[in-house]
């Protein structure tokens, strides 16, 4: 089927009761004005009963063509480089699942916000936030500190970018550690796990030192530094597998992601 572009106010296709894009299942009044379902039979004290048309009477009728064109108006996602075209009453929920969704650095005093693809570049010019390239399914062993256990995970393959991020620790509390993607909270797949463990101080007893390995989920958010505690799993890791003494102190780190298709 042949594609053509047009040009039309696009608020016609909004439903006059709630101002929200229209989408199927369209139901019309006697008068031939529209609403969408859910309004013309939610509203409270004027159930189903249309205000614009002089002869009164509900929303009873559904219009089936209405549905049809609603169904085939796409217009252009707005996010740059972006090109996708998406149906129109569908559109905010298909930019927040956009791969280009705007993103913002995981540090509250840096305002930048771009597509995740940018970030690299953004944080290699303007910060000193240590960042390490990973491949998908291959481990990354990596000296932490435990003063400010945070840093970015860059994956060449994709572009993806990851922030590990740590807890705040006094002398003697355990490490929690949990990875974070920078992308829109809301994208569809792919989605990805994550695999950490720790080693202990070099010369302890293996059986003594080694942590329990371990797999969580990783949270997307497109704004990691205020991602909320609760929705992330945490990596805990014991006083007794870290290296040094004060604020010097470090922690051997492996970690591994995993892409996952479904």
């Given at each position: 089927m042949e594609?053509?572009?047009?040009?039309?106010?696009?608020?016609?296709l909004h439903c006059p009761l709630c101002l929200h894009p229209l989408k199927p299942l369209v139901y019309e009044c006697k008068g031939g004005h529209l609403a969408c379902a859910d309004c013309c039979g939610e509203r409270p004290g004027n159930h189903r009963q249309c205000q614009k048309c002089e002869r009164g009477g509900g929303f009873d009728v559904r219009n089936t063509a209405m549905d049809?064109?609603?169904?085939?108006?796409?217009?252009e996602c707005q996010h740059e480089g972006c090109g996708l075209y998406v149906t129109y009453h569908k559109l905010t929920i298909d930019?927040?699942?956009?791969?280009?969704?705007?993103?913002?650095?995981?540090v509250?005093?840096?305002?930048?916000?771009?597509?995740?693809p940018a970030l690299p570049h953004h944080i290699s010019?303007?910060?000193?936030?240590?960042?390490?390239k990973i491949q998908y399914g291959k481990v990354l062993q990596l000296q932490v500190p435990v003063s400010e256990p945070r840093l970015?995970?860059?994956?060449?393959?994709?572009?993806?970018?990851?922030?590990?991020?740590?807890?705040?620790?006094?002398?003697?509390v355990p490490i929690t550690v949990s990875v974070v993607c920078i992308r829109a909270g809301a994208s569809p797949p792919p989605h990805?796990?994550?695999?950490?463990?720790?080693?202990?101080?070099?010369?302890?007893?293996?059986?003594?030192?080694?942590?329990?390995?371990?797999?969580i989920k990783v949270t997307s958010s497109k704004d990691p530094g205020d991602v909320v505690v609760q929705e992330l799993t945490f990596f805990?890791?014991?006083?007794?597998?870290?290296?040094?003494?004060?604020?010097?102190r470090t922690v051997s780190l492996h970690i591994q992601i995993d892409k996952l298709t479904s």
């Amino acid at each position: 089927m042949e594609l053509s572009m047009v040009s039309m106010d696009l608020t016609l296709l909004h439903c006059p009761l709630c101002l929200h894009p229209l989408k199927p299942l369209v139901y019309e009044c006697k008068g031939g004005h529209l609403a969408c379902a859910d309004c013309c039979g939610e509203r409270p004290g004027n159930h189903r009963q249309c205000q614009k048309c002089e002869r009164g009477g509900g929303f009873d009728v559904r219009n089936t063509a209405m549905d049809a064109v609603l169904s085939s108006v796409r217009v252009e996602c707005q996010h740059e480089g972006c090109g996708l075209y998406v149906t129109y009453h569908k559109l905010t929920i298909d930019q927040s699942m956009c791969p280009l969704a705007p993103c913002k650095y995981p540090v509250p005093v840096c305002g930048y916000e771009g597509p995740p693809p940018a970030l690299p570049h953004h944080i290699s010019t303007v910060h000193h936030m240590p960042m390490h390239k990973i491949q998908y399914g291959k481990v990354l062993q990596l000296q932490v500190p435990v003063s400010e256990p945070r840093l970015l995970l860059f994956v060449e393959e994709d572009g993806r970018v990851f922030f590990l991020v740590g807890g705040v620790l006094d002398i003697g509390v355990p490490i929690t550690v949990s990875v974070v993607c920078i992308r829109a909270g809301a994208s569809p797949p792919p989605h990805y796990a994550a695999k950490l463990w720790a080693n202990g101080p070099p010369g302890e007893p293996k059986g003594r030192t080694d942590a329990v390995k371990v797999e969580i989920k990783v949270t997307s958010s497109k704004d990691p530094g205020d991602v909320v505690v609760q929705e992330l799993t945490f990596f805990t890791i014991p006083p007794k597998l870290l290296a040094g003494a004060g604020l010097s102190r470090t922690v051997s780190l492996h970690i591994q992601i995993d892409k996952l298709t479904s």
